[in-house]
């Protein structure tokens, strides 16, 4: 979790207040304000509204910290077991002869996706950040120092090195340019009247009392939908009272149950970290990887540049791109739509279409639900969050809404 970091001038200083809409865990189109007071609860602490608590989590200015997080995820979804990796681009155990890194964040970090984890942060400034993965027997961390980027696995001796010459070009960028660009939100009371602009009718925030976290007094903020339709039941963010940075984040489902996401600190501490915590150097005998070898697999792998009398049809199934894509409805039941490549629907193990694996499907199997309706026929795919139906004649109706939803939405796409 980084800390929200501030600049005199240019994007760093918009980003300090553009930053706290995204921590609060919903785009500012969907945000509404139901004026409330924090008047019960453990601690007892001065009486805040819903925009002054907003206000005061875009105030925050903590650059130095560190800490204990627990983040637990339960979306429902089938073990994957060794799977996970092979879901994700570019991966593959180098144990094995494939090309890419077990330290590869891109791959590793999809393993917090699931179960529950304990992470291990600190932060100095916007240039230095760790984060560690502690397993039992094992820790995997991810170090950020100026331009250095390290990913150590301690579990493969395996390490992946990259460097931040994008962070550093964006920050000589930012420092040139001197103002905040047009339309940004630039100081908490202007984030919070977009804010209360963007609210009405899908959404509702409030202060719903206070409690302790990681032994810091805090306020909790709720936000939720008002929309029926939607799978999420409601966002609750503890803030500290005295600096604003949220410390845990609980998400609940509509059907009820324990929360999809629950991740919060047990320890905290805004104290400066010791330099010597974003040092590293590799074991000996480490594997270690570059960030430029990984861009060249990744690249060789691309798709090659597309002949230019090549048929539109056929090149806006190569592309991949999302022209086609459309959004039905408002704010939280909000419905993505897009075409699939082809016009038809996903390929099954024993489809002409294509060879899928057995084990992908078998996972595709055990989130699918048989559809029909005005629209013909398709399979859900469900996890206790989002939902997604594809129809077999290759479309796709997906979102944070009922399965239901999503074939009225397609029966009216008819």
Do not use: C
């Amino acid at each position: 979790m980084a800390p929200y970091e501030s600049e005199s001038a240019g994007r760093r200083k918009a980003t300090r207040y553009v930053v706290p809409v995204a921590v609060v865990g919903v785009a500012a189109a969907t945000i509404g304000l139901v004026p409330a007071l924090a008047d019960s609860g453990n601690p007892d602490l001065p009486k805040i509204s819903a925009q002054q608590l907003i206000e005061k989590i875009a105030k925050s200015d903590v650059q130095q910290m560190s800490g204990t997080v627990k983040i637990s995820t339960d979306l429902g979804l089938p073990s994957l077991g060794g799977m996970a990796g092979g879901f994700t681009p570019g991966a593959g155990g180098s144990s094995e002869g494939k090309a890419g890194s077990s330290a590869d964040p891109q791959s590793k970090l999809m393993e917090l996706a699931s179960g529950t984890h304990t992470l291990r942060i600190a932060a100095d400034g916007p240039d230095r950040h760790k984060l560690s993965v502690l397993d039992d027997a094992a820790e995997y961390s991810v170090i950020h120092n100026g331009d250095e980027v390290w990913a150590y696995d301690s579990a493969s001796n395996e390490a992946y090195h990259a460097k931040d010459a994008a962070a550093a070009g964006d920050r000589a960028e930012e420092h040139g340019k001197g103002e905040t660009p047009k339309g940004v939100p630039a100081t908490p009371k202007e984030l919070a009247d977009e804010v209360l602009k963007a609210s009405g009718k899908t959404t509702s925030i409030s202060v719903e009392g206070t409690s302790q976290v990681a032994g810091r007094d805090a306020y909790k903020l709720l936000v939720k939908p008002k929309q029926a339709g939607s799978t999420v039941g409601g966002i609750t963010i503890s803030v500290d009272a005295k600096t604003g940075v949220p410390l845990k984040f609980t998400l609940t489902p509509a059907g009820g149950g324990k929360a999809v996401v629950d991740a919060g600190f047990t320890k905290v501490d805004f104290s400066k970290p010791a330099a010597s915590t974003f040092d590293f150097t590799p074991p000996k005998g480490t594997k270690v990887t570059k960030g430029d070898d990984l861009k060249a697999r990744d690249k060789s792998h691309a798709p090659k540049d597309l002949p230019k009398d090549m048929p539109k049809e056929l090149r806006d199934a190569q592309g991949g791109g999302t022209k086609d894509l459309k959004v039905i409805g408002e704010g939280w039941t909000s419905i993505a739509e897009l075409k699939l490549p082809g016009g038809q629907g996903l390929p099954t193990g024993g489809s002409a279409s294509g060879d899928v694996p057995p084990e992908a499907q078998k996972f595709m199997d055990a989130l699918g639900d048989h559809v029909t309706g005005k629209f013909g026929s398709g399979t859900v795919f469900s996890t206790r969050l989002v939902n997604a139906l594809v129809t077999d004649d290759g479309k796709v109706y997906a979102g944070a809404v009922t399965k239901d939803a999503l074939v009225k939405a397609a029966n009216a796409a008819q």
